[in-house]
């Protein structure tokens, strides 16, 4: 149990439809970033927010935009998704400062078909 | 390219072996962290490893990081049913987490 919540688990869209996923932090976490896990692969940085901000971003369309909340949790918007865009997104929180240690998510399964 | 290349891709082994997974790259790293990741849950952080040469031990794992910091191996002794996962290194750079393709690893009872 990390403290970081995700929905929803699964889902599934067909090309072209828009999705929201959403993220809870655990709590006193200021920073919530998002990655993407293909199957068969290690997870890939989409992008990360710090109090409520955009401070850093993957090799990722701009289609994948974000949102972080005063109460710092998270959203991903993926716009006119492709197949590819099927995997497992997972959302993780931290508190920035030396040591720290990020928290995962249990994720959110997209299927697009 | 990957800047970390782990190794093997799949593991596949009986309860009660031992086993070793590595993870390489060309490049220093100030430090490297090992994750475990359970089918349906994400990324659970097992250690980091910060020193050349370092080791650390948690339980049955046993971890060590390069001399030069280019590499890393995680050992598991006596591999149990539980230890059934994929095990991914990962670097911190600046900002976001660079991981490997993992390990998966399947201990059959």
């Known amino acids: 149990e990390t403290g970081v919540t995700q929905s929803p688990t699964h889902l599934i869209k067909t090309r072209g439809q828009q999705v929201t996923l959403r993220c809870s932090s655990q709590?006193?976490?200021?920073?919530v970033s998002w990655y993407q896990q293909a199957l068969g692969q290690g997870p890939q940085f989409i992008f990360q927010y710090y109090r409520e901000e955009e401070n850093g971003r993957g090799n990722f369309p701009p289609r994948f935009s974000g949102l972080q909340f005063p109460n710092y949790s998270s959203e991903l918007n993926v716009n006119a998704l492709e197949l590819d865009d099927s995997a497992l997104y997972l959302c993780?929180?931290?508190?920035?400062?030396?040591?720290?240690?990020?928290?995962f998510g249990e994720g959110s399964w997209l299927t697009v078909v | 390219t990957q800047l970390l290349e782990q190794s093997p891709q799949f593991l596949s082994i009986q309860e009660g072996e031992n086993l070793t997974v590595y993870c390489n790259s060309s490049?220093?790293?100030?430090?490297l962290q090992w994750y475990r990741q359970e089918p349906g849950e994400g990324p659970v952080l097992l250690v980091t490893v910060v020193t050349g040469g370092e080791v650390k031990k948690l339980k049955r794992l046993t971890f060590q990081f390069g001399d030069a910091r280019k590499d890393s191996s995680l050992h598991i002794t006596a591999a149990q049913p539980g230890d059934t996962g994929l095990y991914l290194c990962a670097f911190d750079s600046e900002t976001p987490l660079v991981f490997g393709k993992g390990t998966r690893l399947s201990v059959i009872a």
């Open positions: 490049s220093v790293f100030s430090s």
């Open positions: 993780a929180s931290s508190f920035t400062g030396i040591g720290n240690t990020i928290y």
């Open positions: 709590s006193g976490h200021n920073t």
